[in-house]
Antibody, heavy 120, light 107 residues
């Protein structure tokens, strides 16, 4: 059974940093591209960042480019999102998701999300 | 940047057919994916590559894509189908793009 479990969310002040983690199990992690999607309170889905199975070629939405860094540890089957210079409009539930196969491909499994609140 | 347009809401009576549109410039040349998100839950992949269903998704859900509009069709709608529905495409300039979402209400 595929499982994705996010952690690391919380309350942080504007300008602060946070690192999210996504622990994966039930599939060959290193073979799958992974992605982060966020959802602001009461709003729609916004793609944030994605990374290939090998960990090369990360890419980012313009709204987070230069502030967020995606990475993965294929030995620990874990995906990360380092978030720096956080702003109030980064407040959202952050979901990690597995892409079906090679990148880009749709997201067939999602975690339940972790809430990030940026506020003073 | 590439933009996907969805109606904010669609209402349908139980047992009827709901159609949710997703508009985009020449979207018919792209592969469209659809997600269902029920309140308080993570999204679920409903349809991928315009018309394919992942295992476990009922055949009441179907997709089509042509010209400037992709459509998700849900037949025999029931109360359990109340949710937000999102279309998604990959664009070489914009990367992953989601539509704004459509709230389906079963009357």
């Amino acid at each position: 059974e595929v499982r994705l479990l996010e952690s690391g969310g919380g309350l942080v002040q504007p300008g602060g940093s946070l690192r999210l983690s996504c622990a994966a199990s039930g599939f060959t992690f290193s073979s799958c591209a992974m992605t982060w999607v966020r959802q602001a309170p009461g709003k729609g889905l916004e793609w944030v960042s994605a990374i290939s199975g090998s960990g090369f070629s990360p890419y980012y939405a313009d709204s987070v480019k230069g502030r967020f860094t995606i990475s993965r540890d294929n030995f620990r089957n874990t995906l990360y999102l380092q978030m720096d210079s956080l702003r109030p409009d980064d407040t959202a539930i952050y979901f990690c998701a597995k892409e079906v196969a090679g990148d880009p491909s749709p997201f067939d499994y999602w975690g339940q999300g972790t809430l990030v609140t940026v506020s003073s | 940047s590439y933009v996907l347009s969805q109606p904010p809401s669609v209402s349908v009576a139980p047992g009827q057919t709901a159609r949710i549109s997703c508009g985009g410039n020449n979207i018919g040349t792209k592969r469209v994916h659809w997600y269902q998100q029920k309140a308080g839950q993570a999204p679920v992949l409903l349809v991928y590559d315009n018309h394919n269903r992942p295992s476990g998704i009922p055949d009441r859900f179907s997709g089509s894509n042509s010209g400037n509009t992709a459509t998700l069709t849900i037949t025999r709608v029931g109360a359990g189908d109340e949710a937000d529905y999102y279309c998604q495409v990959w664009d070489t300039d914009s990367d992953w793009v989601f539509g704004g979402g459509t709230k389906l209400t079963v009357l």
